[in-house]
């Protein structure tokens, strides 16, 4: 199960337009995420939106009870 701070990072994310996400389980060992900007905000650089799935991706990988 996806921790539920998870969501909320993706959702802090979305609430100052960095981008709208939609995440699902895919497997075992991952996770799929499907992002799309909004049109009315101004441009994301790719290498921005990479580093939000790498920051929100990285919770789903913490050991229970480890770290924040």
């Known amino acids: 199960m996806i921790p539920d701070r998870f969501y909320r990072r993706w959702e802090v994310a979305a609430m100052f337009g960095v981008a709208d996400v939609t995440v699902s389980r895919w497997s075992r060992e991952g996770y799929l995420a499907r992002i799309s900007v909004p ?30």
């Open 39 to 68: 049109g009315s905000r101004p441009r994301i650089p790719g290498s921005a939106i990479i580093a939000l799935i790498r920051w929100c991706i990285g919770e789903t990988y913490e050991l229970p009870g480890g770290g924040q």
